[in-house]
């Protein structure tokens, strides 16, 4: 099938589709510092060829950023260059320098829920956010393990590091994202950046999608008529560690956390239905953004071996 892109008028980033597909290309956009604002759950509603300028603060360098989404039908397919659409690295301590990288991933325009969830792990990216940037949650790093940074591949080793956690150094900048060895540079968390983090007026938008081609939204919700953050179901578990690095569970490891169903707003992928529409949310506590894979995560989210 040919992949076709849609001619969208100018304006915010994600105007929604409406009509017959223009098998035309798009003209370029400038998402510089953009806040998202569409709520659609189809991947096919954010095609556009997308442009932004970013400033590696600390570094002074400058980056051209760019992010195309195209559609055929039954997928919809993201390349970018990896650099996000909003200035960087003001608060990092990043161990490599932002590198433009190659991406491309494949989602699913009609997401379907598996028999039982999928848990995250070091094989899989696990989401593209729509400034091109992707999600890479899982820490290489185990205590105990080398340094405590990286060389832990096995999943089931415990006290794994939670990046984002209480007294971590792993370097994220203020938009909870670092580089990779290889200069990649991608999120652990809340990006900060693609909607409005106070003051919302309204529900958060769509603001990427996970590798199995679930939405992703802000972190606002509506419920009962009132607009608030979602709540995570996850609990930081009651007491001190038994062995490995002991004291108290406060969330620097991912095993400090234990879902509670009903605790919160989210089942234990993060995610609920709005609108009738199932999503994963961001939240201000673990897991951040997913906390597994209610879908089937598509190969193109495969990590390529070094």
């Given amino acids: ?9 100018a304006g915010p980033l994600v105007a929604a589709l409406a009509g ?14 953009e806040i998202l604002t569409d709520r659609s759950a189809n991947c096919a509603a ?25 559609a055929n039908g039954s997928t919809c397919r993201v390349t970018s260059n990896a650099i996000p659409n909003h200035d960087f690295n003001r608060t990092g301590r990043f161990h490599t320098p932002v590198q433009e990288g190659a991406q491309t991933y494949t989602l699913p325009a009609a997401p379907q829920r598996a028999a039982r969830p999928t848990a995250l792990s070091l094989t899989y990216d696990n989401a593209i956010f729509l400034n091109g940037v992707k999600l890479d949650m899982m820490a290489a790093g185990c205590f105990g393990v080398g340094n405590g940074r ?5 999943m089931s080793a415990p006290y794994r590091y939670d990046p984002l956690g209480a007294g971590n150094t792993f370097g994220a900048d203020e938009h909870n994202a670092h580089t990779q060895p ?9 990006p900060m950046a693609l909607f409005q983090q106070t003051g919302a007026t309204g529900p958060s938008p769509v603001i990427g999608f996970a590798a199995d ?36 569970y406060d969330g620097t490891f991912i095993d400090d956390w234990v879902y509670v169903a009903g605790s919160g707003d989210l089942d234990e992928c993060n995610g609920m239905v709005q609108d ?9 506590t ?9 879908g089937t995560p598509d190969a193109s989210f495969r990590k390529r071996r070094p």
């Fill in 1 to 9: 099938m040919i992949e076709t892109q849609h001619r969208r008028s």
């Fill in 46 to 70: 954010y095609v556009a060829d997308n442009t932004a300028r970013a400033t590696d603060v600390q570094n002074n360098r400058t980056f051209a950023a760019n992010v195309t989404v195209t």
């Fill in 213 to 248: 081609g679930f939405p992703i939204f802000g972190s606002y919700i509506v419920d009962g008529g009132t607009l608030r953050k979602a709540q995570s179901s996850y609990r930081l578990k009651s007491g001190t560690r038994t062995g490995g690095p002991g004291g108290t």
């Fill in 150 to 154: 990286i060389g832990c591949n096995d």
């Fill in 182 to 190: 290889d200069g990649t540079y991608h999120y652990h968390g809340n």
């Fill in 20 to 33: 017959a597909c223009l098998a035309v290309p798009a003209y370029a956009h400038d998402m510089t510092n």
């Fill in 286 to 294: 673990y897991p951040h953004v997913m906390g597994c894979f209610a």
């Fill in 276 to 284: 009738g529409v199932y999503g994963y949310v961001v939240t201000d």
